[in-house]
């Protein structure tokens, strides 16, 4: 969410945000929004897509086209689709589109993987969070994931707490593209109050 808003600020005009978490998409739940549709709509829908098909399913939240994952989680969703239909139908709708996804595992992340620009690969300087790290590299990497293009960013960054960015770079054999330092109490309003993180905030201004 922060990163389609922080996209916004700097001008970008048409941004989607796209909920394409089967599972666990919490989007909804962030931006307080409801709708009747989800990326479900979209692909049942795909051999169908227009932009007036397209502009019922998708929500608008501050100047953001938001596509929302389903209230019910969809299981077996890697032997049920793949999600090209849906990207593809954005890329040529939106200047920047971003994704967010469950995790690294399974078809369907792969998919969304492989179709990227950039991947952005978010952890914590936590040990048992770098560990997680390292298996989900690895796993994108048996996959034939381009390692160029995944950036890892670490999210709640505190320098005296956890591990050190130099200590994350030699254990993942990889540079840390950002860091995103922790302000535990404005992100939480943010969350309560269904809005963009304030941009007086170090994490809005990073």
């Not at 479900?40 to 953001?64: H, P």
């Not at 999600?83 to 967010?100: G, K, P, Q």
């Amino acid at each position: 969410c922060a990163l389609a808003y922080q996209w916004k600020r700097q001008g970008v005009k048409r941004i989607l945000l796209a909920d394409l978490d089967p599972l666990t998409g919490t989007i909804s739940f962030q931006l307080k929004l409801k709708s009747n549709y989800s990326f479900m709509d979209a692909l049942t829908r795909s051999g169908q897509l227009d932009s007036d098909v397209w502009r019922g399913i998708v929500s608008t939240s501050n100047g953001v086209d938001v596509l929302l994952s389903p209230e019910k989680p969809v299981h077996g969703i890697d032997e049920l689709q793949e999600a090209s239909s849906i990207l593809e139908f954005a890329r040529m709708s939106y200047d920047a589109v971003v994704v967010d996804t469950s995790s690294a595992y399974g078809q369907w992340s792969l998919t969304l993987a492989r179709q990227c620009d950039e991947l952005l690969l978010v952890t914590t300087n936590e040990l048992p969070a770098l560990q997680a790290t390292q298996r989900s590299l690895a796993y994108l990497e048996r996959n034939r994931i381009d390692r160029g293009k995944i950036r890892i960013i670490v999210n709640r960054f505190h320098k005296d707490i956890g591990l050190t960015r130099e200590v994350i770079e030699a254990a993942l054999h990889t540079d840390v593209y950002h860091q995103i330092p922790s302000d535990y109490e404005v992100v939480q309003r943010a969350l309560v109050e269904g809005k963009p993180i304030a941009t007086a905030s170090p994490v809005s201004t990073m």
